[in-house]
């Protein structure tokens, strides 16, 4: 399997080459008031604002630096418990923050193993491989997000929707 590597403080990590809808340079994140910390903010990409989860805070509680090799990755959030019969039933896309994220690695999805520690309250860390370089860690983008959080990034429906437009006021 294709995965993209990336670092955070030495550690290596590994994302599901599939998962990935592009790689994008760094750009402005615009923050987002209300959010836990690891939300980074959100960007606009193709006209539509994309929510930013910022790996190193989730992880290591500190923001990703601004590094050459800091990548803005975009993925689909896969939440199972996707409501079908909703009107807006396209794929909602999510940018991960991503440090030294400038590699790919061919690694055998029969190498990687559970690491021997529970992590329940980091349940997208997976398992992991050891080559030459140590250990990678998969990461499990499908567990990033609770529900609780996916519900403010994605609300159903989306709470703008229902908004009461400027003429409704004057009346």
């Known amino acids: 399997m294709l995965f ?85 039933t396209s794929p909602r896309c999510l940018a991960l923050l991503l440090e030294s994220a400038t590699r790919t690695q061919t690694i055998a999805a029969e190498a990687f193993a559970e690491g021997g520690i529970a992590t329940p309250e980091a349940r997208w860390l997976g398992p992991v491989a050891s080559d030459a370089h140590g250990f990678v860690q998969w990461v499990k983008v499908d567990q990033l997000l609770d529900a609780r959080v996916r519900a403010l990034l994605f609300p159903d429906p989306p709470s703008w929707r229902g908004a009461a437009t400027p003429g409704e006021f004057a009346r």
């Open 4 to 88: 993209l590597v990336f670092e955070l403080d030495g550690e290596r990590y590994a994302l599901d080459a599939r998962e990935i809808v592009r790689v994008l340079p760094l750009q402005p994140v615009r923050a987002f008031a209300g959010t836990p910390p690891y939300i980074a903010g959100v960007i606009d990409h193709d006209g539509a604002p994309v929510p930013v989860v910022d790996l190193a805070m989730l992880a290591l509680g500190r923001p990703s630096r601004a590094l050459m090799s800091t990548r803005l990755v975009l993925v689909n959030d896969r939440d199972g418990a996707v409501d079908t019969s909703s009107v807006d």
